[in-house]
């Protein structure tokens, strides 16, 4: 049997209190195994960023319970079990791009050689090798897309969370950036969860979820491997 890398049970995440209070997150129950690609789909407020964060342990709900059955505790998931790619700008200024994506697995403690070599192969995957020596404020809005996805996948995490993926690429460039992100999961074992307005994003993962209002409700579908 897969291993379960994350469940929740009625999770909730409201923020403010009395009649201002919104409640971002209502009454989520879902369980992702190892191998598993969800597709998570919802309207812009609807909550997904606000799962996303949860999931990855980088927020804290306010009511039921999550947890990481094969990774460990909150704190165990980073660096290593849990890889990000966050929409928006996320790298590390002061770091080259090469730097930036070897970063989690220096503090995981890799060798930093090593760490360096796995990063450039990295890089290479997901075409943005001829950049590595660049700095964050050199690179396109694109370019700073993909670079943060390699360092999402950098020491081989068991869960990646994708916030809009493809949100800044051109239909064909989007298109290879998927198939990368789908393989390099799928290869490495990990469970992949991937936010997105995008139905052609949507299809090619094997599971979708609907965020409505805070509310997740979730559909098996037959997509294409």
């Known amino acids: 049997m897969p291993e379960t890398v994350v469940r929740a049970v009625s999770l909730d995440r409201a923020y403010g209190v009395g009649d201002a209070q919104v409640r971002a997150v209502h009454d989520a129950t879902f369980s992702v195994d190892a191998g598993d690609t969800v597709a998570l789909l919802g309207p812009s407020g609807s909550g997904k960023s606000t799962l996303l964060h949860l999931i990855a342990g980088l927020d804290e709900p306010t ?37 930036n994506v070897a970063l989690p697995m220096v503090l995981a403690g890799a060798d930093e050689d090593d760490a360096t070599a796995a990063a450039r192969d990295l890089l290479d995957v997901f075409e943005v090798d001829a950049i590595a020596d660049r700095l964050p404020e050199e690179l396109s809005g694109g370019q700073s897309e993909r670079v943060g996805i390699a360092r999402a996948f950098s020491g081989s995490p068991r869960l990646v969370l994708a916030d809009e993926p493809t949100g800044q690429q051109d239909r064909s460039t989007g298109g290879r950036l998927l198939e990368a992100i789908v393989t390099v999961a799928v290869l490495g074992g990990a469970a992949l969860i991937v936010a997105t307005h995008d139905a052609a994003v949507a299809e090619r993962l094997t599971a979708r979820w609907v965020m409505r209002d805070g509310t997740l409700g979730t559909e098996e579908l037959a997509c294409s491997s």
């Open 63 to 99: 009511a039921g319970s999550i947890e990481w059955p094969a990774l460990g505790g909150r704190w165990d998931l980073r660096p290593g079990p849990v890889g990000i790619a966050f929409q928006g700008p996320s790298l590390l200024p002061p770091l080259t791009v090469v730097e």
